[in-house]
């Protein structure tokens, strides 16, 4: 709250705060230290500031735009004043979470806060997002409160649903609902496939283990299930209920039935009965889609999904309340039909029996689809008349059947012949993740060489299309695209990328403003990856000297892209130095671990290392130490160490990572010994 009253008492300030609205006490925050602000004021009257470290408070204007005119939006949204006379964003040097809602004064790390107008897409995207996301607590989160942290997703779910549709609304160009996708909805499928995964309503008794469900379960599971109920509601009823709910326990706490309540109230429909089964039950189906041989009628059949492959019948029960959207060639309109059996006969408007027809379209809805291969080939073939949310969502359903062995690894491989010629960001995204994710399995074996020969054939078409040079006008989105297909070309040795890398990596050196914000983390990768001693200590030299968070970060992680394992062991214990924050040790830790060069190296500097790291690493962090140093290992005895190691070396609050971990080492090696043979003689045919 604004001072109410100030007072010089011998060698003491006395400052009296305006007294606060009712309000959760973890809400409450203060922060003393030399700061400086910039300030604007909202159409309805609210100061608001960004306040940052002497010297940087210019790098806070765009968040100071984007968050106002959020502030703005969520008031007229809600219909619900925000409550409060002013709001304050502090970017705080050395903070362990990405940021934090406190009302009134909400604290981020720099990276999520501070940028310029010539800062990479993603870093002005990663702003927009997370300022739109804590705003938006200041309804779902402190002006409503959940009743307990087994409600937790009452708070993030809808933060991260409503960030979106605030970014949505101040920048339409950059397609965030697509890009909604692999932030959210396919990460939180990724996420609730293992068996170790939690419902998004999980009891929480024991207070060290509260840490653990800030998830992509609560946050991207939660945010994608809020996304099908708005769908099914419609806009409308699914606003109106939002507002009686949040004038209903306004000041106060709530739990997901009082949701249920006013969304129902709202829009007239029984919301309840739909979504129960999505909150309170862990995991999530794939649809397989069949044709009968009635023309426009098709078999529908859902199983639970789980990417090990092997369900057990006792694990296959539930029936999940499918509001399922269903498309085709000659009526793309999406029809929702309710499917709430094992199975279903389905009607589909079609003109033709041969035409093509895409279930889940639009991909709102949390769950797998498996086609037959004839239905996914007229998929595949008229690829480009399907929406990009479609096209993203035929790829990463079919990687995610390959995953789990429903289909063979080279059909997937296949698949991919038909994006070629795509050039949406999402779309190249997600794809490029799975090649990346494949490469890692196969890292060890003989296919790797030919996976590095596979990816280049496949994003040649965009890649020369792409270029180095961003034409004026050029969508930003496209130029973030660029980076992203740059990078992956050069990784898997396109010689003419890591030459023109170094050429402008040299020119960089020489003038920072010469190489643009969303071709630095190819380029700096690039350089040390192929370089020795001499590119690591320029980067080094990069990340010291920088003053932009976001390049600051970037060069960060390519200390750790280097394939000689000297380099990547003084990669490792210069993260541990003073001169890497607190805050931003992981950041190495996962560059390091992500190679084939790194992975044992790094496990073995864990190892060697643990007692220091719960001093080195804030405890919120030590989970991602455990995933991001061994969920890519392939080999059971591997999960076996691990394993044998954490339960000697327990670290509290660290379980449920732990055992997702293991998992999915487990899982890694089903895959490969699964697909190596087949992979190996697939990639030497094309």
Known sequence: MPPKTESIEGENKIVHFEETPI????????CIGHFESIETKTPEGVVFRVWTVPGKKELGRFALDVGSKVLSYFTHYYGIPYPLPKQDMIAVPDFSFGAMENWGLITYRETALLCTDKSSFQAKARVAY???????????????????????????GFATFMGTKAVDHLFPQWSSWTKFLTDNIFRALKADSLRSSHPIEVDVSVARKIDEIFDAISYAKGASVILMIEAALGSEGFRKGLNIYLNRFKYGNAVTEDLWQGLSEGSGVSVASIMDTWVKQMGFPVISVEETAEKGKFKVTQNRYLAAGDVKPEEDTVIWPVMLAVSSKSHPKPVFVSFTTRSAVISVAVEDPQEWVKFNSGQTGLFRVKYTDTLLQRLGSNLMQLSPEDRAGIQSDSFALAISGDIPLTSYLQLLSYYKDDTNDTVWSDLLGNLSSIRKLFSGTSASHNLEKFVLEVSETIGKNLGWISPPGEDESRQSLRGLVLHARGSCGDAEVIAEAKKRFEQYLTDRTSLPADLQSAVFYLVVST??????????EVYKN???????????RCIGASKNVDLLQRALEYMMSDEVRM???FILLYAVSSSSHGRGLCWNYVKSNW?????????????????YTCENFTKPEEAKEVEAFFSVNKVEGTERTLAQTIESIYSNASILSRNEKSVIEWLSKH
Do not use: C
């Not at 309000?23 to 203060?30: D, E, K, N």
């Not at 370089?531 to 080094?540: A, V």
């Not at 920088?546 to 960060?556: D, G, H, I, N, R």
């Open 583 to 585: 805050q931003d040790r």
């Open 546 to 556: 920088s003053t932009l968070p976001a390049e600051k970060v970037t060069a960060l």
């Open 130 to 156: 997370v300022v739109a996301h804590e705003l938006a607590h200041q309804w779902f989160g402190n002006l409503v409160t959940m009743e307990w942290w087994k409600q937790l997703w009452l708070n993030e």
């Open 23 to 30: 309000m959760s006490t973890y809400l409450i925050a203060y």
């Open 611 to 627: 007692a220091k790291f719960p001093e080195k690493f804030s405890h919120n962090l030590l989970p991602r130490v455990i995933s």
């Open 531 to 540: 370089g020795g001693e001499h590119e690591l200590n320029q980067m080094i």
